[in-house]
């Protein structure tokens, strides 16, 4: 099992940049698959990003492709989303989780953080 927490949130304006950490605990966080989810006020959460087991391999949704970056530190146990040339529409509650393997939807996540917000204004 583990336990997941984000931070990294905040106000930034449109074109501004941030980055997102979520720290694992446990001894085992290398063996899990990590990735980004967001949730807009009244849209379901959807998949941002993710990275596979041994920081090899990444996924991005379209819309970020070019501006966002997933990476992990597994001797950290934590693994970021850097995030640049930001826009309002990015504005949402920002998750992570993790699995066993990589996934790119939802509901195969086993384990879940409580979420950070980001607010882009424009």
């Known amino acids: 099992q583990v336990q997941l927490a984000e931070s990294g949130g905040g106000l930034v304006q449109a074109g501004g940049s941030l980055r997102l950490s979520c720290a694992a605990s446990?001894?085992?966080?290398?063996?899990?698959?990590m990735g980004w989810f967001r949730q807009a006020p009244g849209k379901e959460r959807e998949f941002v990003a993710a990275?596979?087991?041994?920081?090899?391999?990444?996924y991005y949704t379209e819309s970020v492709k070019g501006r966002f970056l997933i990476s992990r530190d597994n001797a950290k146990n934590t693994v970021y989303l850097q995030m640049n040339s930001l826009k309002p529409e990015d504005t949402a509650v920002y998750y992570c989780a993790a699995r066993s393997s990589v996934a790119l939807t939802t509901g195969l996540y086993d384990y879940w953080g409580q979420g950070t917000q980001v607010t882009v204004s424009s």
């Open positions: 446990g001894r085992t966080f290398s063996s899990y698959a």
């Open positions: 990275v596979n087991r041994g920081g090899s391999t990444t």
